[in-house]
């Protein structure tokens, strides 16, 4: 599947911060019921491989139709990029990674959820901007490159713009409610689960140890 879209020139940053991610790693996935626009077919129930085709398709979409609203209302913007990301996106999973299992055993419930709900709406945020951004960009989903295995796959996509190409591998797994979920992206070759863990590590130094800062920081 190729698709050409709107895309802001640094795909980079974009999909480091974007992540599981993650975010998805970015890449996206699932489904969200929008009144103006048709509703997208149910892909968690799909192989790996498809449902990041259907979910960047539907994800595209969706910041087409909606982008002006990022200067009009950019949090309902936000919230429609959100519902449909958070579906298929272990979002829960990405942070705890991203803390590092010191620090997350460390922090109070209530500072994990924090943590969870600064790292998830930040990677929404930065990525809807950097989509809602007008370069063209040709997408494709290279579906003789990907793995997919019975519980884990890696669905490998290729952005080609007009200066450079990137590669972008998602890792994927299959949770006990039989669905699949995004768990990590490597972007050309770096782990960016890995480059946000060490950010964070940073970032508690920067702090002088206190993890409440280094969590409220976090955006």
Known sequence: MTISMGFAPN????????????????VLFSSVVDAASPAPAAVNNEGPVAIVEQVTKDLMSLVATHKGQLDTNPTVFFNKVETLLDEVIAFPYIA?????????????????QAFVENFKRGMVETYAKGMASNLDLKIEVMAAESEVGDRKASVVQRITGPDSTNRIVYTLGLGRSGEWKLLNVVLNGINLGVTFRGQFNQSVKDHKGDLQAAIDAWH
């Not at 795909?11 to 970015?26: E, P, W, Y």
């Open 96 to 112: 705890k990674n991203v803390m590092g299992p010191d620090y997350w055993n460390k922090a109070t419930p209530k500072q994990q």
């Open 11 to 26: 795909v980079k940053q974009i999909l480091a911060r974007f992540a599981l991610f993650c975010c998805a790693c970015g």
